[in-house]
C-alpha cells in the first residue's frame, strides 16, 4: 500500500474517532445535560466533592472541554465561585484520562452490540432520551471501531523508511514534539483523540514510551488551550476558570517534560505495555494536578483573574452594556411598513429578556442569594417599559391609513407583546415568591421531583424558543408544532402530577416540604407555555389550520 493510501485510511479513522466522541457528547447533553449542570451546581462548594464532580461529569460527556466551558458559565453568572471552578475542571481532566483508560481495554464485543441496539433505539422511538441513548450508544460503538481502524490504518508504517528519520528527530528534540502534540490536540479539538492515537501508535511499536510520554504532556496542554480560546468571547468572570485550568495544565506539563528530559524516571513502573505507560502517566500527570490544585486553585484563580483583567476594558464595556437602542423611530411612523418592522425588532428584544428571565428562574431554584433575586425583577422592569414604549408606538402608527394585513400584524404584534409581558410578571410575582420560600426556609427537592420539574422547565423553555421563532418567520409548520407540544406538556403535567402525589403517599419528607411549592411551579410553567404557544394562533388562523381553539387535523 502506498505513502499516501496509508494515511488517507489514518486520516479517515482520525475522523470517526472525532465525529464518535461528539456523537457522544451530544447525545449526553441533549438527555441529560440540565441533570447534570443542576447536580453540579448543588456539590461544588466541597473541594474533594468538586474533582469527583468534575471527573464524573467529563466522563459522562466525555469531554474535559465541555466541562470547562459549563463551569466557567457558572462562575461567570456567581452560580459557583471561581476556586470551586477550578477545582472541578482539574477533576474533568482526571475523568478525561480515565475514558482514554476505559477505551484502552479490549472492548471489540461491544462494537455490534452498540451499534444495534442504539441503531434499533434511534430509528424505532421518538422519547427523546430513548432517542438520545440510541445516539449515545451509536456513538460508543464508533468510537471504539475507529480505535480498531486506527491499529490496522497504522500498521503499514512499521515498513516505512520515513517514519523512522520523523520520530528520530522528534526524540531529539522534545520541546519541538511537546508543542507538535499541542497543535494536533487543538486541531482535533479533543485531547481524549489526540492520546487515544498516540497510544495507538505506541501500541504498535511506532512511538517510543520517552517520546510518547512528550507527546501526551503536549497533549495535555492542548487540552486547557481549546476551553480556553473557545472562551474568549465569555464573560471576564467566565473566561478565569478556563484560564486558570491552562495555567495549571501548562505549567505542570512543562515542569513534567523538563524532568522527563533531564531525569529519565523509571518509566517500567508506570506498566507492563507502552500503551499502558502512556495511559497510566497520563492518569498520574492529571491526579498529581487535582491534588496540587487543592491548595493552589486560590492562588491560580487569582492570577487568571488578573490577567483577565488586564486584558478588558470595563469602561468601554460598561458603557456598552449600558446603552439601550430603541428601535420604535417616530419618523418611520408614516410608512407602516417600516413602523411595523421596527416594532417587530423591539418585541424581539423583549423576546430575549423574557427568555433570559426563564433561563435563570430555574437556576434560582437551585441555588438564590437577594442579589440575583433583584437582578432578575430587574429584568421584568425593562419588559415592562419596553411593552408600554411598544404598545404606545403601534397605537401612533394605527392612526396612519393601513391595509387589512398591516392592521392584522400590528393586532399580533400588540398580542404578543401583552403576552410577554404577562410572562414576565408570572417568573417575577409568582415563580421569584416560590424560590424566596424555599430559600428562606431550607427546603430542597427529591431527586425525582427535581429531575421532573427541570424536564418540564426545558420543554417549556424549548416551545418558548420556537414561538420567538414563529413571530419573526411567521412559519405555519413550526406554529403547529408549538400548539401540538402544548398537548404533549398537558399531558406531561399529569404524569408529574401523579408521580409527585405517590411520594406524598409514601410519606417521603422532602416532597412533603416542597409539595406547594412543586405543583405551583408546574402550574406557573404550564401557564407560561399556554401564553406563549397562543403567540402561534395568528399565524395557523392565517391558513386555515385552527378549528376553534384546537388544531385541525392534519
Not at 480560546?229 to 512543562?254: E, Y
Not at 517534560?257 to 518509566?267: E, N, Q
Not at 490544585?293 to 491560580?300: C, D, E, Q, R, Y
Not at 403517599?505 to 401564553?531: C, F, M, P, Y
Request: proline content about 3%.
Amino acid at each position: 500500500m502506498s505513502g499516501s493510501l496509508v494515511l488517507l485510511h489514518l486520516a479517515g479513522a482520525v475522523a470517526l474517532l472525532l465525529f464518535a466522541t461528539r456523537m457522544v457528547r451530544t447525545g449526553v447533553e441533549r438527555a441529560y445535560g440540565d441533570v447534570l449542570r443542576h447536580r453540579l451546581r448543588s456539590i461544588l462548594r466541597n473541594p474533594l466533592l468538586a474533582i469527583a464532580a468534575g471527573a464524573a461529569l467529563a466522563i459522562s460527556l466525555q469531554s474535559a472541554t465541555a466541562v470547562a466551558l459549563i463551569v466557567g458559565s457558572f462562575a461567570g453568572s456567581g452560580i459557583v465561585g471561581g476556586t470551586a471552578g477550578l477545582l472541578a475542571v482539574l477533576g474533568a481532566d482526571v475523568g478525561s484520562s480515565l475514558v482514554v483508560k476505559l477505551l484502552s481495554f479490549n472492548l471489540s464485543l461491544l462494537v455490534p452490540l452498540c451499534l444495534v441496539v442504539g441503531t434499533a433505539l434511534f430509528m424505532s422511538t421518538e422519547r427523546r432520551n430513548l432517542l438520545q441513548l440510541g445516539r449515545i450508544l451509536i456513538g460508543v460503538g464508533l468510537l471504539i471501531l475507529s480505535l480498531r481502524l486506527i491499529g490496522e490504518a497504522s500498521e503499514p508504517l512499521r515498513q516505512s523508511a520515513l517514519l523512522p528519520v520523523i520520530i528520530n528527530y522528534l526524540s531529539g528534540d522534545p520541546f519541538t514534539a511537546f508543542l507538535l502534540a499541542a497543535v494536533m490536540t487543538w486541531l482535533f479539538h479533543s485531547s481524549v483523540a489526540a492520546i487515544l492515537l498516540v497510544t495507538a501508535l505506541a501500541a504498535r511499536g511506532l512511538v517510543p514510551v520517552p517520546l510518547g510520554l512528550v507527546l501526551v504532556l503536549g497533549a495535555n496542554l492542548g487540552g486547557g488551550i481549546i476551553a480556553a480560546m473557545l472562551s474568549r468571547a465569555a464573560t471576564p468572570k467566565a473566561r478565569t476558570v478556563p484560564l486558570g485550568n491552562l495555567i495549571m495544565r501548562g505549567t505542570g506539563a512543562i515542569i513534567a517534560l523538563v524532568a522527563l528530559t533531564l531525569f529519565a524516571p523509571p518509566l517500567d513502573l508506570l506498566g507492563s505495555t507502552p500503551a499502558a505507560q502512556l495511559i497510566n502517566g497520563h492518569i498520574a500527570f492529571n491526579l498529581t494536578l487535582a491534588m496540587l490544585g487543592i491548595p493552589l486553585a486560590g492562588f491560580v484563580h487569582g492570577l487568571a483573574e488578573k490577567i483577565v483583567a488586564m486584558g478588558t476594558k470595563p469602561d468601554a464595556a460598561e458603557e456598552m452594556a449600558i446603552a439601550e437602542l430603541s428601535a420604535l423611530n417616530e419618523s418611520a411612523l408614516d410608512i407602516p411598513s417600516q413602523a411595523l418592522g421596527n416594532a417587530t425588532r423591539e418585541v424581539v428584544r423583549v423576546c430575549e429578556t423574557v427568555e433570559i428571565m426563564l433561563q435563570r428562574i430555574i437556576e434560582l431554584y437551585q441555588d438564590a442569594d437577594e442579589d440575583r433575586i433583584k437582578a432578575l425583577a430587574s429584568l421584568d422592569d425593562r419588559v415592562d417599559r419596553k411593552h408600554a414604549a411598544i404598545k404606545l408606538y403601534l397605537a401612533k402608527a394605527t392612526i396612519r391609513p393601513m391595509t387589512e394585513a398591516e392592521a392584522l400584524r400590528c393586532q399580533e404584534l400588540i398580542g404578543a407583546c401583552v403576552k410577554l409581558e404577562q410572562v414576565g410578571d408570572i417568573i417575577v410575582r409568582n415563580m421569584l415568591v416560590h424560590v424566596r420560600k424555599k430559600l428562606e426556609r431550607g427546603l430542597d427537592f427529591t431527586d425525582e421531583g427535581w429531575r421532573e420539574l427541570c424536564a418540564f422547565h426545558a420543554a417549556v423553555l424549548a416551545n418558548a424558543r420556537l414561538a420567538f421563532n414563529v413571530l419573526v418567520s411567521r412559519d405555519p409548520d413550526t406554529a403547529r408544532q408549538i400548539v401540538q407540544e402544548k398537548d404533549r406538556l398537558r399531558d406531561l403535567e399529569k404524569k408529574s402530577s401523579q408521580s409527585h402525589f405517590a411520594r406524598l403517599r409514601e410519606g417521603t419528607a422532602k416532597s412533603v416540604e416542597t409539595s406547594s411549592i412543586h405543583l405551583d411551579t408546574i402550574r406557573d410553567l404550564k401557564q407560561i407555555n399556554s401564553l406563549l404557544a397562543s403567540m402561534a394562533y395568528p399565524v395557523l388562523e392565517e391558513q386555515g389550520l385552527l378549528r376553534g381553539s384546537r388544531l385541525k387535523a392534519s
